[in-house]
């Protein structure tokens, strides 16, 4: 399943990272400005041919666009959690260190629990 609100994220911060606004994108990726807003906030889905303007106009690829929405390496997963992290304050990233430490260790038992049960 693809996951449009992800490609709406890429696309909006690869726009923060060329400095341009919702409506010079839009105008460059020949979209409407309301359209991209959308996209954008993961309220529509992107037809490919969307998507491939809008890469053309950020000068980046489709698949710069679409990483995340197939993890297949565990890299992958440590640059998503990275990515999670940046804008995160000290505090931010304790709490979610903690959250992550205690959602593992459920997963965990319940794995333990699950194979168990099955014998």
């Known amino acids: ?15 923060f990272e060329e400095q341009i606004t919702q409506a010079y994108l839009a105008e460059q990726a020949d979209l409407s400005p309301q359209y991209l807003s959308q996209v954008e906030a993961g ?7 969307s998507l491939v303007e809008i890469a053309r106009a950020l000068h980046t690829t489709v698949d710069d666009l679409l990483t995340g929405n197939q993890f297949d390496t565990e890299d992958q ?22 959250l992550m430490e205690t959602v593992k260790k459920v997963i965990h038992e319940n794995i333990i629990y699950f194979e168990k049960t099955r014998k």
């Not at 399943?1 to 726009?15: A, H, P, Q, S, Y």
């Not at 309220?43 to 041919?49: A, P």
């Open 77 to 98: 997963y440590v640059r998503e959690i990275s990515k999670l992290l940046e804008d995160c304050s000290v505090t931010e990233r304790k709490i979610m260190f903690e």
């Open 1 to 15: 399943m693809v996951d449009f609100k992800l490609i709406g994220l890429r696309i909006k911060e690869k726009r």
């Open 43 to 49: 309220k529509k889905r992107i037809s490919l041919e």
